[in-house]
């Protein structure tokens, strides 16, 4: 064997041995993670099981707590107090509102929303409707004002025939100062879990920022001494808010770590100035950045960041019941998005599903290609409340006289017995609906 041969043979093998212990390190050190989060929830006992859920198509997750009463009853009255814009674009604004009856205002969960209900007339046809939208409360509770951040949504990129997002807008152009609003009480089952003080890692997203500062002032307002980490990622200054806000904190708290991400940053824009890193908040920034230890993860943003993040989370071996995320939509019409398929023949079991509408009188066959039932009663005529169209605001919530559905993702909304969301279900077999 010659000298060369004999030199590849050996580079080879030392190459192998180093893939060999690479690999075994990473499995270890996943191992370790995986043992860590089990050790700690055995000491932690018999406390409160907060199961998150998840799964591809499912962007909601919720803590299973016990269903407290909400503050008040459907609608009620409360003022605008003032309008602050957060950021230099100009498209984000915050409400401070104020309740018309001057009663004490009940506290909630930071992470929780607000639900509104606004009566807004076309300009061209000049009808009047009715739109239900939820607003995350974006600061901690306080005594006497309520305060949500509103983004104002523009039509989709290079479809600018279509009109821009009804409701953001109208806060926006029409929602001033001294107005009423009829608002829900706080709901929803994102929220910041207190039951053992872990770490926690807050990403929010562009306008998912919102719920963290929530979360954020009510930890660092009452003291707390846990580590809280986090990850905004925005487009660049233009979309960045609260800024003074986040870093007047970071500099007051050592347990508070402040980690902006821009994804396309101006010129004008400094790197560990203004933001710390250049890209999106991915799995690999976490992983650098993070100890390897047990934290509790709060995720909210655009779909793509939670379909990528939230897998990624899981697979990096954190359990899964310490992964809380909430997602903003869809709100409106994602039936007008989609390209129809191809109208095929049904099979066998999906042609035996016939959904009644009994208040309508109307029995129609189940078509495989809505999104939901709420949408086949819509393209059929039949009238049903909707607002979020996302299982978070409860509009659509529709008696079942007979059947079954099966939901597209997890409802965040309370369901009342007997009880279904019509914009996150389908049909599991033969249904009739008080619709
Ligand atoms: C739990 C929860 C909390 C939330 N918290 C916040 C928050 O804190 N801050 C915040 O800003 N948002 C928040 N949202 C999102 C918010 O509720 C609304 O979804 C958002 O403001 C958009 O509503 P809109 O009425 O302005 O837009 P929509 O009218 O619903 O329009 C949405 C998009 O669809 C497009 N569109 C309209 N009509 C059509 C059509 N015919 N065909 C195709 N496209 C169309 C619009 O141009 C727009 O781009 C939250 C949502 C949820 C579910
Ligand atoms: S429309 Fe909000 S829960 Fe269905």
Not at 17 to 23: E, G, M, P, T
Not at 189 to 211: N, S
Not at 370 to 384: H, K, P
Request: hydrophobic fraction near 35%; charged fraction near 20%; aromatic fraction near 8%.
């Amino acid at each position: 064997m010659s000298t060369g041969t004999l030199a590849l043979i050996i580079f080879v093998a030392i190459l192998a041995q180093v893939a060999i212990a690479a690999l075994i390190g990473l499995y270890r050190r996943k191992q370790q993670y995986q043992d860590l989060a089990s050790r700690m929830d055995e000491l932690q006992g018999a406390a409160e099981p907060q199961p998150a859920t998840s799964s591809a198509a499912v962007t909601v997750s919720s803590e299973a707590a016990g269903k407290a009463p909400p503050a008040w009853q459907g609608f009620k009255g409360f003022v605008v107090q003032r309008r602050v814009m957060e950021d230099t674009a100009e498209s984000i604004c915050s409400f401070y509102l104020v309740p018309v009856d001057g009663q004490p205002l009940p506290s909630f969960k930071p992470g929780q929303f607000l639900t509104f209900k606004l009566q807004i007339t076309d300009p061209i046809t000049c009808e009047t409707k009715s739109i239900v939208r939820c607003y995350s409360l974006s600061d901690s509770p306080q005594p006497d004002y309520y305060r949500v951040t509103i983004k104002r949504v523009p039509p989709p990129a290079n479809q600018q025939d279509i009109p821009p997002g009804c409701c953001s807008n109208y806060f926006h152009d029409h929602v001033q100062k001294g107005m009423q609003l009829s608002v829900k009480a706080p709901s929803g089952h994102f929220y910041l879990v207190e039951r053992e003080p872990l770490p926690i890692v807050l990403v929010g997203g562009g306008i998912g920022i919102t719920p963290m500062l929530s979360i954020i002032n009510t930890l660092l307002n009452s003291g707390s001494s846990r580590e809280i980490w986090l990850f905004y990622g925005v487009r660049n200054g233009t979309d960045h808010i609260m800024k003074r806000h986040l870093e007047t904190l970071q500099q007051a708290h050592a347990n508070f770590h402040l980690h902006i991400c821009y994804s396309r940053p101006r010129e004008t824009d400094k790197e560990g100035v203004d933001y710390q890193h250049r890209g999106h908040v991915d799995i690999k920034l976490l992983r650098l950045t993070l100890q390897l230890k047990r934290h509790q993860f709060y995720v909210c943003g655009p779909r793509a960041m939670m379909e990528s993040l939230v897998p990624a989370l899981e697979t990096w071996g954190v359990a899964t019941d310490d992964i809380y995320y909430e997602s903003f939509g869809p709100a409106t019409l994602p039936k007008h998005k989609r390209a129809k398929p191809q109208a095929g023949k049904p099979d066998a079991a999906e042609q035996a599903i016939t959904v009644t509408f009994s208040k309508s009188g109307k029995s129609i066959v189940w078509n495989p290609d809505a999104e939901s039932l709420l949408e086949l009663a819509e393209d059929n005529g039949i009238e049903v409340d909707s607002g979020c169209r996302a299982g978070s605001c409860g509009s659509c919530q529709t008696a079942l006289e007979s059947g079954e559905v099966d939901y597209t993702q997890e409802p965040d909304a309370d369901i009342e017995a007997g009880h279904c969301l019509l914009c996150i279900s389908k049909p599991k077999s033969d249904l009739t609906l008080t619709a």
